[in-house]
T-cell receptor, first 112, second 114 residues
Framework: QQQVKQSPQSLIVQKGGISIINCAYENTAFDYFPWYQQFPGKGPALLIAIRPDVSEKKEGRFTISFNKSAKQFSLHIMDSQPGDSATYFCAASTEGAQKLVFGQGTRLTINP | KAGVTQTPRYLIKTRGQQVTLSCSPISGHRSVSWYQQTPGQGLQFLFEYFSETQRNKGNFPGRFSGRQFSNSRSEMNVSTLELGDSALYLC?????????????FGSGTRLTVV
């Protein structure tokens, strides 16, 4: 019930294309869904987050789509750039929780 | 504003030894959480400390322990190291331990057990 499943494991996208990463969760108590971006040698950094009372949140080129009934959420990166090449993790937690449950990660490569 | 500082950045230890990792949170943050990151298991929660008290613990053996000092700095200890303990150990600091606000990770300590 604590799992968050993320796909794909790796993704190659051409510069200017759309990158899409998907996650699914089981625990219906989760009410906070962040995405983290991690570059080699660095810790994860919060990219964008959503709560289940909205179906979509957009920040610049990054959009989270959320489907509460399907218990799925996804990250869309529009106009993908080589600088977006990194590992992306989805995560989930409950309000007031002291820990995040992470997906397995997606290694994204943007080809120039 | 300084970020989360983890020391050392790299460590090489031998099986059976013990190791202590350190994490200095962002000034004013009272909560420190620890995660283990491996290629196979991904990011897994180890434990969380707030005001020197462990409030939450993940599913790791008792060889993994930690503590927090009055200045909020935290240490994590792994005893009787095994090859499988090789990982990137990350700490995250926050004001009150809530993942939903100001949850910031350090760059981690890369532990290699040989």
């Amino acid at each position: 019930q604590q799992q968050v499943k993320q796909s794909p494991q790796s993704l190659i996208v051409q510069k200017g294309g759309i990158s899409i990463i998907n996650c699914a969760y089981e625990n219906t108590a989760f009410d906070y869904f962040p995405w983290y971006q991690q570059f080699p040698g660095k810790g994860p950094a919060l990219l964008i987050a959503i709560r289940p009372d909205v179906s979509e949140k957009k920040e610049g080129r990054f959009t989270i789509s959320f489907n509460k009934s399907a218990k799925q959420f996804s990250l869309h990166i529009m106009d993908s750039q080589p600088g977006d090449s990194a590992t992306y993790f989805c995560a989930a937690s409950t309000e007031g929780a002291q820990k995040l449950v992470f997906g397995q990660g997606t290694r994204l490569t943007i080809n120039p | 504003k300084a970020g989360v500082t983890q020391t050392p950045r790299y460590l090489i230890k031998t099986r059976g030894q013990q190791v202590t990792l350190s994490c200095s949170p962002i000034s004013g943050h009272r909560s420190v959480s620890w995660y283990q990151q491996t290629p196979g298991q991904g990011l897994q929660f180890l434990f969380e400390y707030f005001s020197e008290t462990q409030r939450n613990k993940g599913n790791f053996p008792g060889r993994f322990s930690g503590r927090q000092f009055s200045n909020s700095r935290s240490e994590m200890n792994v005893s009787t190291l095994e090859l499988g303990d090789s990982a990137l150990y990350l700490c995250a600091s926050s004001l009150a331990g809530r993942t939903t606000y100001g949850y910031t990770f350090g760059s981690g300590t890369r532990l290699t057990v040989v």
